[in-house]
Structure formats: C-alpha cells, structure tokens
C-alpha cells in the first residue's frame, strides 16, 4: 500500500525523484503546457518519530509538506499531491510538539496556494484519512480519485473508529452501506461533491501506461479547472452532486446569510 | 430513536418563544412557540426506546400542574422525569 | 438567586466552564448586541443522526452570533461541547464557515468584522465521517480568507478542549485564549491510548494529560498568548486586548522558520522541559499584553 504513490510519482515525473527528509518525495511534472510540482507522503521505516514511520503525518512531514508547497508557489507552480496516507501520527511526543499547530501549517500553505490563485490538485491513489488528509490533499482545489482497490476516504482508521465508537468493524462497514459519509467505496464517497473526477484503475499498486496516460489527461484537464474555478473551499457546496448529497449545508449556508446583518 | 407526540389542554398561551438544554447525556433540549390552539403539542424524541408511559406520566403531571398552551419539542439524551420537569419549567418561564 | 457572592473575587466570578455555547457567545458580546443567526427555531439539523438512531439538535451543536464587542462589530462561533462532545457535523460546520466567509467579505469592503471561536469540541462529529472532514476543510479554509483582513481569536476554556480538525483550527487562529482547564492538541490522549496502546499514552493520567495538553503548558510553550482564569470578564478582557492587537505580520502557521528552530532534532523531550525550551514567545508574533487595555474600562462597557 505504501508503495502507491511512490509509484505514481515515478510513472508521472519529468526527471529525478527526490526524497526530502525521508519522507516526501518530490518531483516535477509536465502537464500540457505546465511544469507542476508532484508532492507524495511515503513512509519512513527510519524515521527518527518512532510513531510516524508507517507513512503517517507527523511533525516532520507536516512541516516539510508547507515549505515544499509554499516553495513550489513562489516558483508560481501548480502542486499536485499524490495522497496515500493512512493517518495522522498518534503519539505523546506529536502531542508535546504540538502536532496539531504543524499540520495547520500544512493546511495553511496549501490553502494559501490556492487562494493565491495557484492551481493546487490532489491525487488520492489509496488512502486519504483524517488528519493526514487535511495536512496532504484535502484542501486542493480540484480532486482527482482513483477508482480501484485499496483506495478509501475516511475521517478515521476503521479499527480505531471501531473502538472508540464501541462498534465492530463489521458494524461500521454496514453503515458504510448505508450512508455515503461513512462510505469504504471511493466512488461513493464521490457522490458527495468534493471529488472532481474519478478514474478508473485496476491496481494502484501497478500502474500501467494507458493508466499513467489518463491520470496525467486528468491531472491536465483538472490544473486547467483549478486555474478557472472561484478560489475558495466554499465552492465545493456548488458542485453538482452537492445539491442532493449536502442539502441541509446548503440550506444552513442561505440561512446564515438571509440572517446576516 | 423514537419519536411520541402528546397533546394536553392548555388554560394560559405561551406568549414568546424560549429555547433551553442541550442534546447530552442526561440531558434534553426544549424548544418552546406560541400557537393558535388551545392544547398543548408535544413531540419528543428520545434516545432511549421503550419509555412511553413514562413520558406520558412526565408530561401528565407536568401540564396537569402547568396547563400552558403551546407547540413544544422535546429532543431527548436520557434525561430523568426530574430533569425533563426542570427544563419544560425553564422553557415556560421563557416563554411567558 | 443570592448576590451574597457578588463582591468576592473566586465565588463571584462567572465561570465559562459552565456555560453553553449560546450563553458563552452571549456573555462575551456586549449586552444588547447580540443576536443569533440560524438558531434552534430556524431547525436546520443533521439529516444523518436519525438514522443511526440518534437524536438531533436544533442547532446542530453551532451556534453563530452576531454583535458588538465594547462597540466593535463581532462575529462569535461557539461549539457546544455538551452535544457529541461538540463534535462538528455537516450543518454545524456549514453554519461556522459561511459565518467566517461572510464576515471576510464584510471586512473586504471596510466593514471589519473579527472573529471569536469558542473552540469545545473533540473535532470531526465521526457520527458524519467524511462530510465532518470536509466540514473542518471549509471551516478553516473560510478562517484563511478572513484572518488576514480582521483577527480570529480562539477560546478555548474546557472542558472538552479542542482536538482533531478544531484543534488545527485552533493552530490557525491569530489568538488563542486560554484557561488551566483548557486542552488543545491533535489526537487526544484516548485516541492515542487506543491507537498505540498505554505505554504510549495513558488516558487516565490527567497529570499526565494536562502536562502535555493543558492550556498551562501551551501558554508557557508558545502556543497560546493569554493564559486567563475560568471568568467571563477575564476572557472578555483578553478577547477585546487579542483583537485590538489586530492581525500580525505573520501568524503562527506561516512560521516555518520558527517550526523548524523549535523542532530542530527534537525527538525525545520531557514535556516539562519544553517550557523553558521554547519560551512563551513565537517567532516574531509580538507577545500579547494585557495592560495595554485598562481593565476594568473606564466608561463601564
């Protein structure tokens, strides 16, 4: 699993892969008539955070993610993040550093990017989950997702949901049946109007080139969309899918601003 | 969840709207409206199952005492008669 | 209920701690002021939590008002923490961020309009999965639009402390206003205990707790400008001093330099040490001083 978007960068990169802190690897990317800036999370059975050496989002790769955002945005870069991240990290020494204020910087240079007016485009490939996908992927503009196995959105590890919430795991998944927002089926996590575009894929392990080939049409088409879209996360509520799938947020959003004074 | 709707006579109206408690454990909220009808309207929605006549105890005692017209609703986490009493009290003084 | 109290400085105190977050929002605003926007009888829900079987709020656990703070428009956010331990859910956190956007596009045309979050929540209400992260997306998002234009001032005063997504909003937040009961991080400590086991974390250790999350700790570190007892008029006070300090040359987030001085090589550290480590100032965000508004005003406001 961790091996997936190691994968994808290679299949997509214009050149040299880079690891940077030993756990982001970093490489440019030739969409249409842009050069992008590929950024992926991959695991770091070496890393010196004991509780972030599974491809987790720690410190380390929070902090190293926004300078290597906020530094592909002054070269005026469209980013794409290659996502397959199982979680943030959990640990007492995350905790004592202050985890929750270097994933905001994360957040923040990604964000910053955007609103600026930088094409910003995730490329989910396996696992998008919590606070690793707030601090990786979650606030692009534009989200491109593959359709395969192994690929999952979800605000929480099952295991863990499980215990905290005190259910089974088989409980969960049956719930995953029924509601869209607990859903373990990407394309139905994408009715949910925050996925631009789902793409087939047989095995995201292993790419192939017609694969590789329509990612990149669709990281193309998707850099081109970001460039048009209204710049704000908000929009996401004027998507398409949105007006079934989040009907009570768009009522709430005119109901706030009926009220506004 | 379940879900009851009660209906008592009324003597005086609630005049005003008035909003008390929180959905939590052991908790209820209450929300409460002036309406056209002489009764009073409840609707209740519990988390726990299977306590009907409790609420219609509750509630009986609480309008027999307190025959106060209006559309009420009660949103219900476990909360005891006591507490349920206590809120529906709140919400009338609010409201009145 | 008696004044007896009234005139002695602990007893006569009202705390924050036990207020929701309606009569937070409401205290904070200057009286009179206030009014709320899709409150509990405009009845926009949760469309999730019944069929799970659970109850719904009328409010959705957000509650968003709108006011004056000593004369000034305000934006007030409040998560109850009483309901799913304040848990952000789809409606809750569509009310927060249009809020915050609304008050942006207010402050964009001269009209400034800060922010006060109430932060009491453990994050993502989980009950609403990937429509409660995407909830915290546009939350922040929406606060990155507005924080350079008017400050957007955290509170968080316990005891549900602010975790998860709330907790990286927290990491946004030009302010943070702290009490000792406070709690701010990512994971809390059960989250942890589950996910690597209690040698890791234990949950039940609140010295434990407190010394790495506590709000005491996170002032003394840095990561919090004002550490303020459990009273509305000391929040209120810092709250009115946070946004007259208005919006700094860099907030916190946007200092990688600063991260990566304090967390240069540090892999093993005891939390206790950390404090005279990294001091309460952040980089080159200017300390707070909280006698630079004189308290109590003047004019009584």
């Excluded at chain 1, 091996?3 to 802190?21: C, K």
């Excluded at chain 1, 490329?123 to 395969?148: C, E, K, R, T, Y």
Aim: proline share 4%; hydrophobic share 45%; glycine share 12%.
């Amino acid at each position: 699993m961790s091996d997936r978007g190691s994968a994808w960068i290679q299949a997509l990169a214009a050149g040299d892969v880079q690891r940077v802190e030993g756990s982001l690897l970093v490489a440019d990317c030739r969409l249409g008539d842009d050069i992008a800036r590929l950024l992926c999370v991959v695991e770091d059975s070496t890393s010196p955070y004991l509780r972030a050496r599974r491809g987790e989002v720690g410190v380390r790769e929070s902090l190293v993610v926004a300078g290597a955002v906020r530094a592909a945005a002054a070269d005026g870069m469209p980013v794409v993040s290659v996502v397959d991240v199982p979680s943030q990290a959990y640990g007492r020494l995350e905790e004592t550093l202050g985890l929750h204020l270097v994933v905001a910087a994360a957040v923040d240079a990604y964000a910053g990017a955007r609103l600026a007016g930088l094409p910003v485009v995730a490329l989910i490939v396996g696992s998008a989950i919590s606070g690793g996908f707030l601090a990786h992927g979650l606030m692009a503009g534009h989200v491109v997702a593959f359709d395969g196995p192994g690929v999952e959105v979800q605000v929480m590890k099952r295991r863990t949901a499980a215990r905290i919430t005190r259910r089974s795991v088989a409980d969960l998944e049956r719930l995953g049946y029924q509601l869209a927002p607990h859903s373990y089926d990407v394309a139905r996590w994408a009715t949910l109007g925050h996925c631009d575009r789902l793409v087939a894929v047989s095995d995201p392990a292993a790419p192939t080139a017609t694969e590789v080939a329509h990612v990149r049409e669709a990281l193309v088409t998707g850099v081109g969309q970001a460039r048009r879209a209204p710049r704000e996360l908000s929009s996401r509520l004027d998507a398409a899918a949105a007006a079934t799938a989040r009907a009570a947020s768009i009522r709430a959003r005119a109901r706030i601003r009926d009220q506004w004074f | 969840m379940q879900e009851l709707t009660l209906h008592y006579p009324g003597g005086q109206r609630v005049t005003a709207r008035a909003h008390v408690g929180v959905v939590g454990s052991g908790d209820c909220e209450v929300l409460v409206e002036p309406h056209d009808a002489t009764d009073a309207v409840v609707r209740v929605r519990t988390a726990v199952d299977g306590f009907e006549l409790i609420w219609q105890r509750v509630l009986g005692s609480f309008f027999a005492r307190y025959p106060v017209a209006g559309r009420y609703e009660i949103n219900d986490q476990g909360a005891t008669p006591g507490v349920v009493s206590l809120r529906l009290r709140q919400a009338v003084a609010g409201a009145t | 209920m008696t004044d007896r109290f009234a005139n002695d400085g602990y007893l006569g105190r009202r705390s924050v701690i036990e207020l929701g977050a309606r009569a937070r929002a409401f205290a904070l605003l200057d009286e009179g002021s206030a009014s709320e926007l899709c409150g509990p009888f405009d009845r926009i829900e949760s469309p999730w939590l019944s069929a799970q079987g659970l109850v719904p709020q009328s409010d959705d656990g957000m509650v968003v008002v709108k006011g004056r703070l000593a004369g000034h428009a305000c934006l007030v956010v409040a998560v109850e923490g009483g309901f799913h331990g304040g848990g952000v859910g789809e409606v809750g956190g569509a009310k927060a961020s249009t809020a915050l956007s609304l008050a942006a596009a207010d402050s964009a045309e001269g009209r400034t309009t800060p922010a006060v979050l109430f932060l009491e929540s453990g994050g993502v209400r989980l009950q609403e999965g990937t429509l409660g992260l995407n909830a915290i997306a546009e939350i922040c998002d929406a606060l990155l639009v507005l924080r350079p234009r008017a400050p957007v001032i955290g509170v968080v005063a316990g005891p549900i402390g602010a975790f998860g997504g709330m907790g990286i909003v927290a990491g946004l937040c030009t302010r943070l206003i702290v009490t000792r009961e406070a709690r701010i991080g990512l994971n809390g400590p059960e989250a942890i205990e589950v996910e690597a086991g209690v040698q890791e974390f234990d949950s039940c250790d609140r010295a434990l707790v407190w010394a790495v999350d506590g709000g005491t700790q996170r002032y003394r570190t840095g990561l919090a400008d004002a550490l303020v007892s459990d009273s509305i008029d000391d929040v209120r006070h810092s709250v009115i001093t946070a946004i007259a300090a208005g919006v700094p040359t860099r907030h916190r987030s946007e200092q990688l330099d600063t991260l990566h001085a304090r967390l240069d090589g540090l892999v093993e550290i005891d939390p206790a040490d950390l404090g005279p480590r990294w001091g309460t100032q952040f980089g080159d965000l200017p300390p707070l001083d909280l006698a630079s508004v004189p308290w109590p005003p003047a004019d009584g406001t």
